[in-house]
C-alpha cells in the first residue's frame, strides 16, 4: 500500500511539472500573439489549454479508482493526501505561469465557493444531527417508500443536505435487519438528496445563486413542479417494486425483537437552530448591505452575516445536544462524513478552476465547439446536467445562466419581468424554456455520480460507516446510468423539446 502511493505521487510530481512547463508556454504564446488580452482579476478561460483540467480528472480518477484497488477505506484514511496531493500539481504550476491571475482565481473559489459550502454543510450537519427519530420502526416496502416520500416532500424546504441528515439514519435503522440495503441508500440519494431539492433556492446551491441573481424565489416552485412530480412518481414506483422484491426474496418477515415503541422525535428544538440557518440564507439573498475587499475578492457583507448565523446555530446545537450526550450518541453521529466531504472537496473545487474558466471562455476558450454546439433547451439541460455530475453544480448552472442571457441579449435586471410574465416577447419566452431547463439538469443530475452533490458523498459515508457495503464510484453509476439516464431522457421528451 505504502508503496503504490508513493509511486502515485511521484508519478504526481511528474505531471505537475509537465503541467508548469505547458501552461508556462500557453501563457507565453499568449501573451505575445493576443491582442485581446483578458483585463480582468482572474485567468481568461481562453488561455488556458484543454489539458489544464488533468488534475481534476486525476482527482476524479482517484476517487473513483484508488478505493477498489488500494483499499476501500481510502478515502477516509487518505482522502485528505490525496486531495492535497491533485491540488498542488494544479496550484503550483497555475501559480508560477499566471501569477496574481492564478492567486486571484484560487482565493477567490475558496472564499466565494468552497467556505460558505462547507459552512452551510456542516450547519445543516451537525443541527440535524441533534434530531432523533425513536420508536419501532420496521423497514417493510410500504415504510421505506413512506420516508423516501418524506425526504423527498421536505428537501426544497430544510435543504437536500438537512433532509438527507435527517433522515439516512432511521431510514438505516429501521433496515438494520436486511440483508439487502443497497438500493436503499441509492435511491434516497436519487430523491432525497438531489430531485427532492428542485422547488426552492433552499433545497440546492444553483437555484439559490438563480436567487441571488434576481430570479425570484418561488419561480421555481411553480416552474420545476411539473418535472420534479413526474420523475419522482415513477422513481418511487421503481423503488417500491425493487423493494418489495427484495423483500420478499429475504423471506418477507419483519422479525418481532418483542419492542413496540411508539414513533416520536427527540430534539426537537433543533428545528428552531435549523430554520435558523434558512433564514440566515434567506436574509443574505435579500439584503445588500455593502462588501468588504480581500486581496482583491468582493466578499459581501450579508454573506459572511449568513456564516456566522449558520455557525452560531451549529455551536447553539452542539451546546443543547452535546456531541457525547445520549441523544448524538444513540444517532451514532461523527465527524467522519463531514471531514471526508471536507477534505475530498477541498482538491476538487481548486482543481475544477480551469474547466470553468474555460466554460465561462464560451466560444474563446478551449471547449468553443461544445458551446456553439448548445442551442435548444434539451441541449442546456443536458449540457448542464452531465457537467453538473462531474463539476460542482452551483458554478455550472451560473455559467450556462450567463450563457443564456448573452445568447438573447438580455441582463438579469430584467429576470423578475420576464419570470412574472410582464415581459412576453420572443426572446422572454425562450429564456424562460432555457432557464428551466438548465435548473433541472442542474438539480436532476447531481444524482449521477457520488460527487454530483455533496449530500451524496455524506450519505454514502453514514451509509459505511453503519456497515452497509456501498457500490464503487463506477458501481454507484450502473445504478443511476441505468435508472435515471432513461428517465431523463424521457423528461427530455415530455417537458423540453
Known amino acids: 500500500m505504502k508503496f503504490k502511493f508513493t509511486t502515485c505521487l511521484i508519478l504526481c510530481v511528474i505531471l505537475g511539472l509537465m503541467l508548469l512547463v505547458s501552461m508556462e508556454a500557453f501563457s507565453a504564446d499568449d501573451a505575445h500573439g493576443s491582442e485581446g488580452a483578458h483585463h480582468?482579476?482572474?485567468?481568461?478561460?481562453?488561455?488556458?489549454?484543454?489539458?489544464?483540467?488533468?488534475?481534476?480528472?486525476?482527482?476524479?480518477?482517484?476517487?473513483?479508482?484508488?478505493?477498489?484497488?488500494?483499499?476501500?477505506?481510502?478515502?477516509?484514511?487518505?482522502?485528505?493526501?490525496?486531495?492535497?496531493?491533485?491540488?498542488?500539481?494544479?496550484?503550483?504550476?497555475?501559480?508560477?505561469?499566471?501569477?496574481?491571475?492564478?492567486?486571484?482565481?484560487?482565493?477567490?473559489?475558496?472564499?466565494?465557493?468552497?467556505?460558505?459550502?462547507?459552512?452551510?454543510?456542516?450547519?445543516?450537519?451537525t443541527v440535524a444531527g441533534g434530531i432523533l427519530v425513536r420508536g419501532t420502526l420496521r423497514g417493510t416496502p410500504i415504510v421505506n417508500t413512506f420516508l423516501l416520500l418524506i425526504g423527498t416532500a421536505i428537501a426544497s424546504w430544510v435543504g437536500t443536505t438537512g433532509a438527507s441528515m435527517l433522515l439516512i439514519r432511521p431510514l438505516i435503522r429501521a433496515n438494520a435487519y436486511r440483508q439487502s440495503k443497497v438500493h436503499l441508500v441509492i435511491f434516497f440519494i436519487f430523491l432525497v438528496s438531489n430531485i427532492g431539492g428542485s422547488l426552492t433556492p433552499l433545497g440546492d446551491p444553483p437555484l439559490f445563486l438563480g436567487f441571488?441573481?434576481?430570479?425570484?424565489?418561488?419561480?421555481?416552485?411553480?416552474?420545476?413542479?411539473?418535472?420534479?412530480?413526474?420523475?419522482?412518481?415513477?422513481?418511487?414506483?421503481?423503488?417500491?417494486?425493487?423493494?418489495?422484491?427484495?423483500?420478499?426474496?429475504?423471506g418477507g418477515v419483519v422479525p418481532d425483537d418483542?419492542?413496540?415503541?411508539?414513533?416520536?422525535?427527540?430534539?426537537?428544538?433543533?428545528?428552531?437552530?435549523?430554520?435558523?440557518?434558512?433564514?440566515?440564507?434567506?436574509?443574505?439573498?435579500?439584503?445588500?448591505?455593502?462588501?468588504?475587499?480581500?486581496?482583491?475578492?468582493?466578499?459581501?457583507?450579508?454573506?459572511?452575516?449568513?456564516?456566522?448565523?449558520?455557525?452560531?446555530?451549529?455551536?447553539?446545537?452542539?451546546?443543547?445536544?452535546p456531541f457525547s450526550g445520549e441523544l448524538r450518541q444513540t444517532n451514532e453521529f461523527s465527524w467522519e462524513p463531514i471531514e471526508e466531504v471536507a477534505k475530498v472537496f477541498a482538491g476538487i473545487f481548486i482543481t475544477i478552476v480551469p474547466a470553468l474558466a474555460i466554460l465561462k471562455a464560451g466560444e474563446n476558450g478551449a471547449l468553443r465547439g461544445l458551446i456553439g454546439a448548445i442551442k435548444e433547451p434539451m441541449h442546456y439541460f443536458w449540457?448542464?446536467?452531465v457537467l453538473s455530475s462531474f463539476l460542482d453544480n452551483a458554478p455550472t448552472y451560473l455559467t450556462f445562466f450567463n450563457t443564456a442571457l448573452g445568447k438573447l441579449h438580455l441582463t438579469e435586471a430584467v429576470i423578475p419581468e420576464i419570470l412574472s410574465g410582464q415581459l412576453t416577447g420572443p426572446e422572454h419566452l425562450e429564456f424562460v424554456r432555457l432557464l428551466t431547463a438548465i435548473s433541472v439538469g442542474a438539480v436532476f443530475m447531481g444524482a449521477n455520480t457520488y460527487i454530483g452533490n455533496a449530500p451524496n458523498f455524506m450519505v454514502k459515508a453514514i451509509a459505511e460507516q453503519s456497515g452497509i457495503r456501498m457500490p464503487s464510484f463506477f458501481g454507484y453509476m450502473l445504478w443511476s446510468v441505468g435508472i435515471l439516464v432513461p428517465l431523463f431522457v424521457i423528461v427530455t421528451f415530455v417537458f423540453l423539446r
Open 383 to 385: 449540457i448542464t446536467g
Open 258 to 321: 418483542g419492542t413496540n415503541e411508539p414513533i416520536r422525535v427527540d430534539g426537537l428544538f433543533n428545528l428552531t437552530f435549523l430554520l435558523g440557518i434558512v433564514a440566515a440564507v434567506l436574509m443574505s439573498g435579500s439584503f445588500k448591505w455593502g462588501e468588504v475587499n480581500i486581496f482583491g475578492v468582493h466578499v459581501y457583507w450579508q454573506n459572511i452575516a449568513r456564516d456566522v448565523l449558520i455557525v452560531v446555530m451549529g455551536l447553539l446545537s452542539l451546546k443543547f445536544t
Open 40 to 125: 480582468g482579476h482572474g485567468v481568461d478561460g481562453a488561455k488556458l489549454p484543454i489539458w489544464s483540467i488533468i488534475p481534476f480528472v486525476g482527482i476524479l480518477l482517484s476517487i473513483a479508482i484508488f478505493p477498489l484497488v488500494l483499499d476501500s477505506h481510502f478515502l477516509v484514511h487518505h482522502g485528505g493526501k490525496m486531495s492535497l496531493v491533485w491540488g498542488l500539481v494544479f496550484a503550483i504550476p497555475y501559480l508560477i505561469a499566471f501569477r496574481g491571475e492564478a492567486f486571484y482565481d484560487i482565493l477567490h473559489i475558496y472564499l466565494i465557493d468552497y467556505i460558505p459550502f462547507i459552512i452551510l454543510l456542516w450547519g445543516l450537519f
Open 212 to 250: 441571488l441573481h434576481n430570479v425570484p424565489f418561488f419561480w421555481t416552485t411553480t416552474a420545476l413542479f411539473p418535472h420534479m412530480l413526474f420523475i419522482s412518481i415513477i422513481l418511487i414506483a421503481i423503488f417500491f417494486v425493487i423493494d418489495t422484491f427484495m423483500f420478499k426474496r429475504e
